[in-house]
């Protein structure tokens, strides 16, 4: 499985940014989907998951209502919406990929695959 993310870049604070995440395979639609991001100093953390048929997610709760995760299989692509942008949040944001079939994970080593990320930088 390989994950290429795209769609970061620098954006003034309260500012929007859509990041996606297209993934090889013709499984897509039954993995698990995440984002994670690492700040400069910081571990990296959850942001948010989907699950295979994406009809539930979760976030952390420093970005909820703000950030939205969807996917779309037919495209084996997924999204994170991030809205009403602050400067912590940036940040290097991964996605990756679980393939384990047992729901929605959060923890950074439920995941299986990972991509090379992507840098967000938000300015003040």
């Known amino acids: 499985v390989q994950l290429v993310e795209s769609g970061g870049g620098l954006v003034q604070a309260g500012g929007s940014l859509r990041l996606s995440c297209a993934a090889s395979?013709?499984?897509?639609?039954?993995?698990?989907m995440g984002w994670f991001r690492q700040a400069p100093g910081k571990e990296r953390e959850f942001v948010a998951a989907?699950?295979?048929?994406?009809?539930?997610?979760t976030a952390a709760d420093s970005v909820k209502g703000r950030f939205t995760i969807s996917r779309d299989n037919d495209k084996n692509t997924v999204y994170l919406q991030m809205n009403r942008l602050k400067p912590e949040d940036t940040a290097v944001y991964y996605c990756?990929?679980?393939?384990?079939?047992?729901?929605?994970?959060?923890?950074?080593?439920?995941?299986?695959?990972w991509g090379q990320g992507t840098q967000v930088t938000v300015s003040s």
């Open positions: 990756a990929a679980d393939l384990k079939l047992m729901g929605i994970a959060t923890m950074e080593v439920e995941y299986d695959y």
């Open positions: 395979g013709r499984t897509f639609r039954s993995y698990t």
């Open positions: 989907i699950t295979s048929s994406g009809g539930r997610s």
